[in-house]
């Protein structure tokens, strides 16, 4: 996921409570701060029913305590994956490896596509909605990290371990409790460990998986999130990286007659400095990374700098990158006129695309994931990020990012940690708000609904 750091806000009547959870636990990975939506207070009946159903059924009850069972199992799997380098563009052996223990799981189909992603259909009974749940394999850590997975007081630590190493363990021990326990769903699971999320991997993992599969009806994403914690917000963002060039000269000798690519750039940086965006929805932007020039002693011929923005909406995000850009042209302009020439120049390239979408607070998937806490004695925080349920939420696919268990931090740290102390549990309860999307075959029936492919 990307950002930071995230607060939640619930409706007045969960707002304590809210509070209350986000004091206690850790804070979930890179999301946004500000309100998002409120929690929804009263569920659809068809929630609600399907949700007693679930929690009553004795193969239910079962597949539950298989998960817990499977704790020590999964715990293997997410050693084995997090030491397994997966630098952005470079997930190719650890897709490997994670599309080796889908086939030993049971999931003889599964397959690497054409982007990098794994992907394996576990089938339901034929007529229900087809839901994919999904974690990413990349991290942000470059080749060459200390991957290897350290124990100390209680916490299991290394890069990438939580982000999103045991999002992908929870899918295969999800995989391995449904075909131990012999579940029929109702609905097709679409597991998925994609490429891509991180970095300048521009979603390209879940672009590729919606534009080759139209038939899917909706999206589970697991990342380290605090239980209770509902993603239903994406935010969007756009990356350019400006490059500005001018002949350069000697500092003292071509005093005068050439433009500083330095000095354009900084004063297209005091520019964008200046520009205003809404609080809400909120929009951000800045200069993450400058560089350029010879020497101390050189008018620069060369300077660059990338520029980030983001927002919760696609309008303003557009609004405030035409500002940024008209920053860039105007700064050109003004230094080229203070030294009379035109020989100063700037080229921007859009180096990140990450599409925006919300999925809507009263939509069934978000009251779903609502009703499974619910029964597992949790209240619910929605929040946003930028995560890859951004690309389904732009297409109008039903999107959520929930956690998969575990108190997590120091995320793209190489602190980064992991407590597994009760983890199943948040395993459990992201299990059951899968089953109940895409229905269990003499239990319950599928809340998500069938779409129209397009």
Do not use: C
Not at 258 to 285: D, L, N, Y
Not at 396 to 403: D, E, F, N, S, W
Not at 417 to 439: E, F, H, P, R
């Amino acid at each position: 996921m990307k950002l930071p750091l995230r607060t939640f806000r619930a409706t007045a009547l969960a707002g304590a409570a809210a509070l209350a959870i986000a004091a206690l636990l850790p804070v979930a990975a890179h999301a946004q701060f500000g309100a998002v939506a409120p929690t929804p207070t009263t569920l659809r009946p068809a929630v609600d029913k399907a949700y007693t159903q679930l929690m009553a059924a004795p193969q239910v009850r079962q597949l539950l305590d298989a998960v817990k069972a499977d704790h020590d199992r999964a715990t293997e799997d997410l050693r084995m994956l997090t030491e397994i380098e997966a630098p952005p563009f470079k997930e190719q052996k650890r897709a490997e490896a994670f599309l080796a223990r889908m086939k030993a799981l049971g999931l003889a189909s599964a397959a690497i596509d054409a982007e990098g992603n794994v992907v394996g259909i576990r089938k339901g009974t034929g007529r229900g909605p087809k839901l994919v749940v999904s974690a990413h394999l990349d991290t942000v850590f470059p080749a060459g990290t200390d991957v290897k997975v350290k124990e100390r007081d209680g916490k299991l630590y290394a890069p990438g371990i939580s982000d999103n190493a045991r999002g992908l363990a929870v899918l295969l021990s999800w995989l391995k409790v449904l075909n131990d326990q012999k579940i029929a769903t109702v609905g097709d699971l679409v597991f998925v460990g994609n490429v891509g999320e991180e970095e300048l991997g521009n979603l390209r993992g879940m672009k590729h998986l919606f534009q080759e599969h139209r038939d899917i009806d909706g999206m589970v994403a697991l990342e380290p999130a605090p239980d209770g914690t509902v993603l239903m917000l994406g935010t969007g963002s756009h990356r350019h990286e400006v490059t500005f060039k001018g002949p350069g000269g000697h500092s003292y000798a071509a005093f005068g007659q050439v433009p500083s690519a330095i000095h354009g750039m900084g004063r297209a940086i005091a520019k964008i400095a200046e520009i205003r965006t809404p609080a809400t929805p909120k929009t951000t932007f800045t200069v993450g990374t400058v560089g350029g020039g010879t020497s101390v002693n050189t008018i620069a011929p060369d300077a660059r700098m990338a520029v980030d923005i983001r927002s919760d909406a696609m309008d303003p995000l557009l609004a405030t990158e035409k500002q940024v850009l008209a920053a860039v042209d105007s700064a050109v302009a003004e230094e080229n006129a203070r030294w009379g020439v035109n020989t100063l120049s700037a080229s921007t390239k859009l180096i990140g695309d990450r599409p925006g979408g919300r999925t809507a607070a009263d939509s069934v998937i978000v009251e779903a994931a609502v009703g499974a806490n619910t029964a597992f004695g949790r209240k619910t925080v929605l929040g946003g990020a930028s995560t890859d349920a951004n690309v389904p939420m732009s297409l109008g696919i039903p999107a959520i990012v929930i956690g998969g268990g575990g108190k997590t931090g120091g995320f793209h740290a190489l602190s980064e940690w992991i407590d597994l102390t009760d983890a199943w549990k948040g395993a459990q309860t992201s299990l059951v708000t899968v089953l109940g999307l895409v229905g269990v075959q003499g239990v319950s029936e599928p809340l998500l609904d069938k779409r129209t492919a397009k």
